[in-house]
């Protein structure tokens, strides 16, 4: 069973494998049966581009191109600035704008009834701008730039007149927006260089002002002078409030030890020897022997050491007054210098700081001032001599070959067109075809 199931399954496998092949006979052999179709589906292709190419009419090209100038000679302008250039799309806006053309139709087409004039949106498509491609890829705005716009039209000399209006139109109302704002605004800047001269004029008289009323450099040397007496009066108070306080206490100790001395000493003296041996020699009376003892003299000393202790009493008190009044002098000395000081130099704080105010303002002023010289120079020179950025450079001609159409390309287009068409249909009609026949 299972030997007579299987040679079933590989014909049917190979039967499938023999309908999906695509045999490349067939397609030729199919394809020359229908070969009338597909000739008369070229045919009626090149029938139709032929008529096209016969209807169309025939267009003529002018074209122009522009350049622009910046408005300030690069041989003036040392520092690069020239005038204001727009971008190229800029240029492209301004070139196709709705009132430009519309203006240049109502000009060029005058003669023309309204509804047979061309709109702006025909004269889009009419016209072909271009920049220059080194100023297309270029990342920064160029100083240069030239524009070529080209227009086409059936009629060669409406082609060339409303390419002529377009450009006289296109410089008149446009002119004006590459032209340098230093040109423009000529009397602006004019009032803006004296008033920026008045206002230095009177930071300067004010500057001048102030360092002839104030010296600065005396005041320095004030300072200095404060700062060094100051110096020297705090140097000699702390050396006499070191040396008090010995000398207090060498005082109370005079005091200690005058308080134990006595101010005078008492002194007994009797007869002297030689005295004595001369009066014993004598024979003497018992009245004359009991008044012996009488003749001792008492007598009262001043205390050396008392006197001396009372002098260095007195001295180092002398001492202790001298160095208090002292103390207290420079103690209000050196308090003056310090408020002195301090006034001093917030003065002198005061003057550098307007003293550098007015020379910051002075510096700033000076800088604008050279700054709007330089524009001021610039705007009266493209005033004068810059007054026309925008040249033509190539003028629109009469152009006597019209523009190619493309008829070659457009017959083999349409050639190739209908042998597509023709084959698809010859195709598909055989495939039609063999189908009926697989279901008949």
């Given at each position: 069973?299972?030997?007579?199931?299987?040679?079933?399954?590989?014909?049917?496998?190979?039967?499938?494998?023999?309908?999906?092949?695509?045999?490349?006979?067939?397609?030729?052999?199919s394809?020359?049966?229908?070969?009338?179709?597909?000739?008369?589906?070229?045919?009626?292709?090149?029938?139709c581009?032929?008529?096209y190419?016969?209807?169309?009419?025939?267009?003529?090209?002018?074209?122009t191109?522009?350049?622009?100038?910046?408005?300030?000679?690069?041989?003036?302008d040392?520092?690069?600035?020239?005038?204001?250039?727009l971008t190229?799309?800029?240029?492209?806006?301004?070139?196709?704008?709705?009132?430009?053309?519309?203006?240049?139709?109502?000009?060029?087409?005058?003669?023309?009834?309204?509804?047979?004039?061309?709109?702006t949106?025909?004269?889009?498509?009419?016209?072909?701008?271009?920049?220059?491609?080194?100023?297309?890829s270029?990342?920064?705005?160029?100083?240069?730039?030239?524009?070529?716009?080209?227009?086409?039209?059936?009629?060669?000399k409406?082609?060339?007149?409303?390419?002529?209006?377009?450009?006289?139109?296109?410089?008149k109302?446009?002119?004006?927006?590459?032209?340098?704002?230093?040109?423009?605004?000529?009397?602006?800047?004019?009032?803006s260089?004296?008033?920026?001269?008045?206002?230095?004029?009177?930071?300067?008289?004010?500057l001048?002002?102030?360092?002839?009323?104030?010296?600065?450099?005396?005041?320095?040397?004030?300072?200095?002078?404060?700062?060094?007496?100051?110096?020297?009066?705090?140097?000699?108070?702390?050396?006499?409030?070191?040396?008090?306080?010995?000398?207090?206490?060498?005082?109370?100790?005079?005091?200690?030890?005058?308080?134990l001395?006595?101010?005078?000493?008492?002194?007994?003296?009797?007869?002297?020897?030689?005295?004595?041996?001369?009066?014993?020699?004598?024979?003497?009376?018992?009245?004359?022997?009991?008044?012996?003892?009488?003749?001792?003299?008492?007598?009262?000393?001043?205390?050396?050491?008392y006197?001396?202790?009372?002098?260095?009493?007195a001295?180092?008190?002398?001492?202790?007054?001298?160095l208090?009044a002292?103390?207290?002098?420079?103690?209000?000395?050196?308090?003056?210098?310090k408020?002195?000081?301090?006034?001093?130099?917030?003065?002198?704080?005061?003057?550098?700081?307007?003293?550098?105010?007015?020379?910051?303002?002075?510096?700033?002023?000076?800088?604008?001032?050279?700054?709007?010289?330089?524009?001021?120079?610039?705007?009266?020179i493209?005033?004068?001599?810059?007054?026309?950025?925008?040249?033509?450079?190539?003028?629109?001609?009469?152009?006597?070959?019209?523009?190619?159409?493309?008829?070659?390309?457009?017959?083999?287009?349409?050639?190739?067109?209908?042998?597509?068409?023709?084959?698809?249909?010859?195709?598909?009609?055989?495939?039609?075809?063999?189908?009926?026949?697989?279901?008949?």
């Amino acid at each position: 069973m299972d030997k007579e199931t299987y040679p079933v399954m590989r014909n049917d496998f190979d039967g499938w494998r023999d309908d999906s092949e695509i045999d490349l006979v067939d397609i030729i052999d199919s394809l020359w049966k229908h070969k009338k179709l597909i000739a008369a589906f070229v045919a009626v292709c090149l029938i139709c581009a032929s008529a096209y190419l016969t209807v169309t009419p025939r267009s003529y090209e002018s074209r122009t191109t522009l350049l622009f100038l910046p408005p300030i000679p690069s041989e003036i302008d040392t520092e690069g600035r020239g005038g204001v250039m727009l971008t190229p799309d800029t240029y492209i806006t301004l070139a196709t704008a709705e009132d430009l053309l519309d203006d240049v139709i109502n000009l060029a087409y005058a003669d023309e009834k309204t509804e047979y004039r061309p709109t702006t949106d025909d004269m889009r498509r009419k016209m072909k701008v271009q920049l220059a491609k080194s100023a297309e890829s270029a990342k920064e705005i160029p100083n240069q730039m030239t524009m070529t716009v080209s227009l086409k039209d059936k009629d060669p000399k409406k082609a060339m007149n409303a390419l002529n209006i377009w450009s006289s139109l296109f410089i008149k109302r446009n002119a004006q927006h590459f032209v340098d704002r230093a040109g423009s605004s000529f009397e602006f800047i004019g009032e803006s260089v004296k008033t920026v001269k008045t206002d230095l004029e009177k930071t300067e008289d004010r500057l001048l002002a102030a360092q002839r009323a104030d010296s600065i450099p005396m005041l320095k040397a004030q300072l200095q002078t404060t700062e060094k007496l100051y110096s020297e009066f705090l140097s000699q108070y702390n050396k006499d409030v070191v040396a008090l306080p010995p000398l207090v206490a060498k005082a109370k100790a005079a005091e200690k030890l005058l308080s134990l001395e006595s101010e005078t000493k008492s002194l007994s003296k009797g007869m002297s020897k030689e005295a004595l041996w001369n009066f014993l020699s004598k024979s003497l009376s018992d009245s004359e022997l009991k008044s012996l003892r009488e003749l001792n003299i008492e007598e009262e000393l001043l205390n050396n050491q008392y006197s001396y202790l009372k002098t260095v009493l007195a001295n180092t008190q002398l001492e202790i007054s001298s160095l208090n009044a002292s103390i207290k002098d420079l103690k209000a000395k050196t308090s003056s210098l310090k408020k002195e000081h301090a006034a001093m130099y917030a003065k002198l704080l005061g003057m550098e700081t307007e003293v550098a105010r007015l020379q910051r303002e002075k510096t700033t002023l000076q800088e604008s001032y050279v700054d709007l010289s330089k524009k001021y120079q610039l705007s009266r020179i493209t005033t004068v001599e810059a007054t026309d950025p925008i040249k033509i450079v190539e003028k629109p001609i009469l152009s006597r070959k019209p523009v190619s159409r493309g008829g070659l390309k457009i017959l083999c287009l349409a050639g190739l067109l209908g042998l597509f068409m023709g084959i698809t249909a010859s195709l598909l009609m055989e495939m039609i075809s063999r189908k009926r026949e697989q279901e008949a």
